[in-house]
């Protein structure tokens, strides 16, 4: 504990994207800020790694060309972008049937697999097509989709067994979860915030469409250099008491009083710090009910992309593994090829306990299935294990549990006396993306800065 101790207008917990886009625009406006994050670097679920000498992303790394607030982020501090490759075939891999396919081209199921995969789509998007995404529980049916499970609504709304099991996959790669933890209506709700499913498993015009050189976290890091002394690392906040004069926030670091605070984590990481005078209880119970998704990013690296030669793409997406989605990650201009993947879902439950060296064993045993055995001799291996992230406990987003939403959806973003709410789970566009927590950060500074200039 170094005992600092200041009094500034508004305390920031947490120093990601949301924090950090907070902030910087709180100290634009003129309104004083400190920024006390918990863990010793700053970016959150965004976050730098290294593989065969260059930078990756361990952390958020993909943006699609309607996130705009990312995109103007970099384009502000000059960060570079490249496309996802997508040349040669993709691999699909659902229910014991291995088959390829072009970007552009259908999801290679059986015709009237296919079909049902659609009508799945169709009906999840139809209803996303009525939410207002800062308010999805007040869709018409929201009740029924929000009590029961995405699992159960796949039972009862087909047969197709390959269709139900790519949308597992979707669950488990998109949502990082299984099936049966989360309800239709987070399904619906993401759909609504992101342009629909189709949008958020894409890449040529979907989420996975660009990467940035030199990795998604510069941002973070170039506004945390803007804001210089006001972030402070290695300041875990443990409690927050409000009066009706201010807030006082008690972190590992110090004791700062203000008059206003925002809490920009993911909401469980939020429902663990303590309040005074404690939490109402709606604000309480969501926190309780959105647990972090499951997932462990992985990087192997290769003397070169030797899966392009092959004619495949690196993209694949598998029941059959226990890695369930890949994609090419090598970096433009380099000679060595890359592969990410995830453990996601149930796989990053089940193997978040094992050790490192099973995981990468696993892996590479997944990567030899489908691109032969030149898998087998990877130059180096760098996962991330968000479950184990001490200060994030998951990613990429927190999740609603089924009965969630509609009963305490309100209390994601409703101030509670002083203090304020940001972070993707809060967005109203690209909830769950970084997108999306810039937005929140965007929203909560101009809430402030009404209160405080009014
Ligand atoms: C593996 C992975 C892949 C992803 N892929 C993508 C992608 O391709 N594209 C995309 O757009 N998004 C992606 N995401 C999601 C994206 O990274 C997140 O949506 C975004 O970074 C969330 O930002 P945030 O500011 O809302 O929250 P966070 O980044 O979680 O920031 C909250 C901060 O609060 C800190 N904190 C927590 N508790 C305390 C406390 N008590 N005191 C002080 N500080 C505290 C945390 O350490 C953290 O730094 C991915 C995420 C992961 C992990």
Redo the contacts with the bound molecule.
């Keep these: 504990m170094n005992n600092q101790s200041s009094h500034v207008d508004v305390v920031v917990?947490?120093?990601?994207?949301?924090?950090l886009t907070a902030a910087r625009d709180l100290k634009k406006a003129g309104v004083s800020v400190v920024v006390?994050?918990?863990?010793d670097r700053?970016?959150?679920?965004?976050m730098p790694g290294s593989i065969a000498g260059y930078v990756v992303d361990?952390?958020?790394?993909?943006?699609g060309s309607n996130?705009t607030h990312?995109l103007n982020l970099a384009k502000e501090f000059g960060v570079k972008m490249y496309p996802q490759y997508v040349g040669g075939e993709h691999i699909l891999d659902v229910t014991g049937r291995e088959a390829r396919y072009k970007e552009g081209e259908d999801l290679p199921l059986e015709p009237a697999d296919l079909a049902e995969f659609n009508r799945l789509v169709g009906e999840i998007e139809a209803v996303a097509g009525k939410v207002d995404v800062a308010a999805p529980w007040t869709v018409e049916g929201a009740d029924g989709f929000d009590a029961q499970t995405f699992e159960n609504w796949l039972q009862n709304s087909t047969t197709s067994e390959p269709a139900r099991a790519v949308h597992r996959l979707i669950a488990q790669t998109i949502f990082c979860s299984q099936p049966g933890q989360l309800s239709p209506l987070t399904a619906i709700f993401y759909a609504a915030a992101d342009e629909g499913i189709e949008h958020m498993i894409g890449t040529v015009g979907g989420?996975?469409e660009t990467l940035f050189v030199g990795g998604?976290w510069q941002m973070a890091s170039k506004m945390a250099e803007e804001l210089g002394d006001a972030v402070i690392v290695n300041?875990?906040?443990?409690s927050i008491a409000q009066t009706d004069g201010g807030v006082t926030v008690t972190?590992d670091a110090g004791v700062w009083t203000a008059a206003l605070a925002v809490v920009?984590?993911?909401p469980p990481?939020a429902g663990?710090?303590s309040y005074t005078p404690p939490m109402p209880p709606r604000r309480d119970a969501l926190t309780q009910r959105m647990p972090m998704g499951s997932?462990i990013?992985l990087h192997v690296a290769y003397q070169t992309p030797f899966w392009r030669d092959k004619g495949l793409s690196g993209a694949i997406l598998s029941d059959r593994t226990v890695t369930g989605m890949w994609m090419d990650h090598t970096i433009p201009g380099v000679e060595t090829g890359g592969m990410v993947g995830f453990f996601a879902g149930g796989h990053a439950q089940a193997w978040a306990e094992r050790s490192p060296e099973e995981r990468r064993a696993r892996a590479i045993e997944d990567l030899v299935t489908y691109l032969g055995p030149e898998a087998n001799n990877p130059i180096e291996y760098v996962e991330?294990s968000?479950l184990a992230a001490p200060?994030?406990r998951g990613?990429?987003?927190a999740i609603p549990s089924p009965g969630a939403l509609t009963a305490f959806g309100p209390a994601l973003r409703e101030p509670v006396g002083r203090i304020h709410w940001?972070?993707?789970?809060t967005a109203d566009v690209?909830v769950?993306?970084?997108?999306?927590?810039i937005q929140?950060g965007e929203r909560v500074a101009g809430e402030i800065v009404k209160q405080l200039k009014p």
Excluded: C
């Excluded at 700053?42 to 965004?46: D, I, L, T």
């Design positions: 917990v947490g120093a990601g994207y949301a924090g006390l994050e918990a863990d700053v970016g959150g679920r965004s361990l952390g958020g790394q993909w943006v996130q990312l989420a996975q998604a300041a875990p906040v443990r972190s920009a984590t993911a990481m663990r710090i997932i990013k991330q968000w200060w994030q990613a990429y987003m940001a972070g993707t789970e690209n769950g993306y970084i997108d999306g927590a929140s």
